[in-house]
Nanobody, 121 residues
Framework: HVQLVESGGGSVQAGGSLRLSCEVA????????MAWFRQTPGNEREGVAG????????DYADSVKGRFTTSKDNAKNTLYLQMNSLKPEDTAMYYC???????????????WGQGTQVTVS
């Protein structure tokens, strides 16, 4: 059973940067991709970025393109989200998830972490 733990969130001023980490325990080789989501109170989770495990292909939401970068360290079983030029609208709880790569995006999510809070002011 795949377990995910996010970390690295915090409070930053607009224009600042944060790097989120998603540590994977009991990693499944069947996991095809991983993704980052964010959610604010009263709203559905919003897809932020995805990465295919096999070849590192990525996809990003238009709202974060050019500012956020997702990457992985296979040796450490860790997924990262580097967030630069942060804006107040980036404030949210950020989650990582595992899924399947479909038509250039990570989908069909099967496992989720508990989230890490990012606050930009």
């Amino acid at each position: 059973h795949v377990q995910l733990v996010e970390s690295g969130g915090g409070s930053v001023q607009a224009g600042g940067s944060l790097r989120l980490s998603c540590e994977v325990a009991r990693y499944s080789e069947a996991t095809d991709c991983m993704a980052w989501f964010r959610q604010t109170p009263g709203n559905e989770r919003e897809g932020v970025a995805g990465i295919r495990i096999r070849d590192g292909s990525t996809d990003y939401a238009d709202s974060v393109k050019g500012r956020f970068t997702t990457s992985k360290d296979n040796a450490k079983n860790t997924l990262y989200l580097q967030m630069n030029s942060l804006k107040p609208e980036d404030t949210a709880m950020y989650y990582c998830a595992t899924g399947s790569w479909r038509s250039g995006v990570c989908a069909e999510y099967t496992a989720w972490g508990q989230g890490t809070q990012v606050t930009v002011s």
